[in-house]
């Protein structure tokens, strides 16, 4: 069985006063308080969410 792809990603930014769609997609991505990191399965759909918040979440490279 081939080893699942994964990506980090760190929220950078407040959802504070951002509207409500981009808060939801920072709780969609599993974070909610700054500089917390998750490990997510590396998909089309996990990177269009960041995509749709690069001010809030970025993706981390080792």
Do not use: F, N, W, Y
């Not at 974070?31 to 809030?56: C, I, Q, S």
């Amino acid at each position: 069985m081939a080893k699942k792809q994964t990506i980090r990603v760190r929220q950078v930014g407040s959802p504070i006063r951002r509207p409500k769609d981009q808060r939801k997609v920072l709780t969609g991505l599993g974070l909610g308080k700054l500089h917390r990191e998750v490990e997510l399965e590396d998909t089309p759909a996990v990177r269009g969410m960041v995509a749709r918040v690069p001010h809030l979440a970025q993706i981390i490279e080792d």
